[in-house]
């Protein structure tokens, strides 16, 4: 089975700061299988980008994707107060199903 | 507006059933492939099964595979998760999530096949297993 690491397990960030999110592969993953979604509290995960790169309809600009292989990224260029939240990266491998890694929250410093 | 309602959660013992539903409105439910997502409080996302847009296709994750079974009805827009023989480590609030099509066309026509990826989300129901 695919395992996907995310790191920092915590990013401590003030608004208008960058925020880089790593997502790692234990084998390659197609990108367009890989996703990334937000949760924030008592709230059901909205997605963010899918194919690695794409932005999900009504995603602002400031979200991006990237990657390939076994290491992803997602950037936030400018944080805004509602993007404090936790993400989660997301691929899909075949007939073993979806497999979501275990998230980094992003928190006010 | 797109909507996806879960219902059927609550509290059952160790060993006991469960049945949700997810009603689904908005959207085109028979060419969404459609999933159940949970999770346990305090935790990650864990992906729990997933049916095709016709329901030929099912699968499941190696956690709930031979206790839950899911499944849908396209006339009545609803999806649905039988859950048998619950333990403990079952309790989450459970998620229905779509999958959209992606459409492909060739001289024969146009046929679609899943995303991959979730983009409706109900906001879940509460499962408890607790004696």
């Known amino acids: 089975d695919i395992v996907l690491t995310q790191s920092p397990g915590t990013l401590s960030l003030s608004p208008g700061e960058r925020a880089t999110l790593s997502c790692r592969a234990s084998q390659s993953v197609s990108s367009r299988y890989l996703a990334w979604y937000q949760q924030k509290p008592g709230q059901a995960p909205r997605l963010l980008i899918y194919?690695?790169?794409s932005r999900a309809t009504g995603i602002p600009d400031r979200f991006s994707g990237s990657g390939s292989g076994t290491d992803f990224t997602l950037t936030i260029s400018r944080l805004e107060p509602e993007d404090f939240a936790v993400y989660y990266c997301q691929q899909y491998g075949t007939s073993l199903g979806f497999t979501f890694g275990p998230g980094t929250k992003v928190d006010l410093k | 507006e797109v909507q996806l309602v879960e219902s059927g959660g609550g509290l059952v013992k160790p060993g006991g059933s469960l049945r949700l539903s997810c009603a689904a409105s908005g959207f085109t439910f028979s060419t969404y492939s459609m999933n159940w997502v949970r999770q346990a409080p305090g935790k990650g996302l864990e992906w729990v099964a997933s049916i095709s847009g016709t329901g030929a296709y099912i699968y499941y994750a190696d956690s709930v595979k031979g206790r839950f079974t899911i499944s849908r009805d396209n006339a009545e827009n609803s999806l649905y998760l039988q859950m048998n023989s619950l333990r403990p480590e079952d309790t989450a609030v459970y998620y229905c999530a779509g999958d959209p099509p992606q459409y492909y066309y060739d001289s024969s026509g146009s046929y679609y096949d899943p995303s991959y990826y979730f983009d409706y989300w109900g906001q879940g129901t509460l499962v408890t297993v607790s004696s």
């Open positions: 194919g690695a790169s």
